[in-house]
């Protein structure tokens, strides 16, 4: 079965200051990976998705992810964060086959940003 | 675009009550879903729907139900409601095709008492 770990429950961060988010996952075959973000009261959004082909993946709102196959992990990063960053962010795993909605979120971390 | 649109976006029961959560997207999407969120827990699948018709079960159905009789509705009933019930509850579509993103709507809030 898949799996998806977020190691941080909480982030906090400077504004202007970098951000990593780890995310490590498991699965049998390919995954295909997501990031998603949640701002309070609202639904997710997505970030940025890997299927295949080159291992570092830009995304929306300047964030980018690299998946390192060697280590199961698809972290996400942001060179300089805005205020506006503060959120949950979601890692999600789904099947390589077709297997309908079933993806696998990790138990998210919540990013705090310090003016 | 309306997207993803579900309601109530809050609502209170009491234990033993049944209600029906609301959820209609409008971007003809085949698959949809819905979730469960929890503190630290993510977000769990708990049914999902591949077509007019067609439902599956996801991680954590027992005490939902959901039907599929047309493209755009995906309602899920709480037959009879718990206290372990109390949850954020989120909706999702996507298009038909391997590992398309999913659009989320904006999620009920839901109490059980």
């Known amino acids: 079965a898949q799996s998806v770990t977020q190691p941080d429950i909480h982030i906090t961060v400077s504004e202007g200051a970098s951000l990593e988010l780890r995310c490590n996952y498991s699965y049998g075959a390919t995954p295909y990976l997501f990031w998603y973000v949640q701002s309070p009261g609202q639904g997710l959004q997505l970030l940025l998705k890997?299927?295949?082909?080159?291992?570092l993946v830009q995304g929306i709102k300047g964030f980018e992810a690299e998946f390192k196959r060697s280590q199961s992990s698809f972290n996400l990063r942001k060179p300089s964060v805005h205020w506006s960053d503060a959120a949950e962010y979601f890692c999600a795993v789904g099947a390589s086959k077709a297997a309908g909605n079933k993806l696998t979120f990790g138990g998210g971390t919540r990013v705090l940003v310090k003016p | 675009n309306a997207g993803v649109t579900q309601t109530p976006k809050f609502q209170v029961l009491k234990t033993g009550q049944s209600m029906t959560l609301q959820c209609a997207q409008d971007m003809n999407h085949e698959y949809m879903s819905w979730y469960r969120q929890d503190p630290g827990m993510g977000l769990r699948l708990i049914h999902y729907s591949v077509g007019a018709g067609i439902t599956d079960q996801g991680e954590v159905p027992n005490g939902y139900n959901v039907s599929r009789s047309t493209t755009e509705d995906f309602p899920l009933r709480l037959l009879s409601a718990a206290p372990s019930q109390t949850s954020v509850y989120f909706c999702?579509?996507?298009?038909?095709?391997?590992?398309?993103?999913?659009?989320f709507g904006d999620g009920t809030r839901l109490s059980i008492l």
């Open positions: 890997y299927f295949s082909g080159d291992t």
């Open positions: 999702a579509s996507r298009r038909t095709g391997r590992n398309q993103p999913q659009h």
